[in-house]
């Protein structure tokens, strides 16, 4: 069982930056791998970033990479998502999510959720 809850979301100017992070509770956090993903209103929920159990293998969107920088602290709980450069369209609720097993971009790869945290940014 993990329980993963998200903080750090809020209004920023466009070209400004964020950083999520989400702290997760069980004792087997370290063999999770865990990602981000975000929904805008009326789209789809869409993949943003990844990273393997250990942190050696990283894993970002297209729409993100070079802006956004996913990492984790397993003797924390926690994982991270460093948002820079942001854009009107990176508007959306952020949600992390942790699965067992090989990567995936898919959400419905993913066992857990976080309750999702609101990043607004304006032009």
């Known amino acids: 069982q993990v329980q993963l809850v998200e903080s750090g979301g809020g209004l920023v100017q466009a070209g400004g930056s964020l950083r999520l992070s989400c702290a997760a509770s069980g004792r087997t956090f370290s063999s999770y791998i865990m990602g981000w993903f975000r929904q805008a209103p009326g789209k789809e929920r869409e993949f943003v970033a990844a990273?393997?159990?250990?942190?050696?293998?990283?894993y970002s969107a297209d729409s993100v990479k070079g802006r956004f920088t996913i990492s984790r602290d397993n003797a924390k709980n926690t994982v991270s998502l460093q948002m820079n450069s942001l854009k009107p369209e990176d508007t959306a609720v952020y949600y992390c999510a942790a699965k067992r097993g090989v990567y995936s971009d898919y959400g419905g790869a993913y066992e857990y959720w976080g309750q999702g945290t609101q990043v607004t940014v304006s032009s």
């Open positions: 990273i393997s159990w250990s942190g050696g293998s990283r």
